[in-house]
């Protein structure tokens, strides 16, 4: 799930000066998703932000950047199955010929050649072909270590772990887990500095966070919402940050947009 764009909506929502009511229908089990939001915000505390903070300070902004195409090209695979299923060809092909360029042209990924050249990035996961085949609106869950989700985008990471098509991609267990680490701090370096912009301006920086991520996810799958006067109805956010990857499922550890 997309949380480097959840955190630059949630921060668009806060510098406008909106307000967000203390509950929301969409959440209602907000008790259980506070108490997994506090959790998580002590776990990038102690973690993942010391973590991204030290591979900011050791590693060039191009590794960084190679890193990150990397492992984007391990999830448009992903993105080429789950449009198969969404009866999407066009974009299937699209993620297809993305894979086949970069991952030879580009190094195995290292170098985002595809889109420059016009192939556009339609990340997508199960949660989305969910979405595509009628479930549109769901509840708000914010998963352990994962962060924020709905009910229909948690069972959809459960299936792309499960059923990850570049799981061959690693010759062991064990560097599969490796890169999923780094993938994790890859995607939390981003976040740097993001997440204070929220909790300086946000009263009740959880509600900005679920706000900004239902907000998100229902302009990626169509969901209508009422217009509450956010300047969020034209935003391409996907064009302002990078899509967060992850070798086994489209949500990112650790749920950032909690620290500070």
């Given at each position: 799930m997309?949380?480097?764009?959840?955190?630059?909506?949630?921060?668009?929502?806060?510098?406008?000066?909106?307000?967000?009511?203390?509950?929301?229908?969409?959440?209602?089990?907000?008790?259980?998703?506070?108490?997994?939001?506090?959790?998580?915000?002590?776990?990038d505390r102690a973690v993942m932000k010391p973590l991204a903070q030290g591979y900011r300070t050791?590693?060039?902004?191009?590794?960084?950047?190679?890193?990150?195409?990397?492992?984007?090209?391990?999830?448009?695979?992903?993105?080429?199955?789950?449009?198969?299923?969404?009866?999407?060809?066009?974009?299937?092909?699209?993620?297809?010929?993305?894979?086949?360029?970069?991952s030879t042209f580009g190094?195995?990924?290292?170098?985002?050649?595809?889109?420059?050249?016009g192939l556009k990035s339609y990340k997508a996961g199960f949660g989305d072909t969910l979405a595509r085949w009628g479930w549109k609106s769901s509840s708000y869950l914010v998963l352990p270590l994962l962060g924020p989700s709905t009910v229909r985008d948690g069972l959809g990471t459960a299936v792309n772990i499960a059923a990850d098509p570049t799981g061959e991609a690693w010759p062991t267990h064990t560097s599969r887990s490796v890169g999923i680490g780094v993938n994790a701090v890859s995607v939390?370096?981003?976040?740097?500095?993001?997440?204070?912009?929220?909790?300086?301006?946000?009263?009740?920086?959880?509600?900005?966070?679920?706000?900004?991520?239902?907000?998100?996810?229902?302009q990626q799958v169509g969901t209508p919402q009422l217009n509450d006067g956010s300047p969020t109805d034209d935003l391409d956010i996907d064009e302002l940050v990078p899509v967060p990857t992850d070798p086994a499922t489209q949500a990112v550890p650790v749920d950032a947009s909690a620290a500070q």
């Open positions: 997309k949380l480097a764009s959840t955190v630059l909506l949630a921060a668009v929502l806060a510098t406008t000066g909106c307000a967000s009511a203390p509950t929301s229908p969409q959440d209602p089990l907000e008790p259980m998703n506070r108490a997994v939001y506090r959790f998580n915000d002590v776990a050791v590693t060039p902004q191009p590794a960084r950047t190679a890193v990150s195409n990397f492992f984007g090209n391990l999830r448009d695979v992903q993105s080429a199955l789950n449009h198969v299923l969404q009866a999407e060809p066009e974009r299937a092909l699209n993620d297809v010929m993305r894979v086949a360029i970069n190094l195995f990924g290292l170098i985002d050649i595809a889109t420059p050249a939390r370096e981003r976040l740097l500095g993001m997440e204070k912009t929220v909790e300086e301006a946000a009263l009740d920086p959880y509600s900005y966070t679920r706000d900004a991520y239902l907000a998100l996810r229902a």
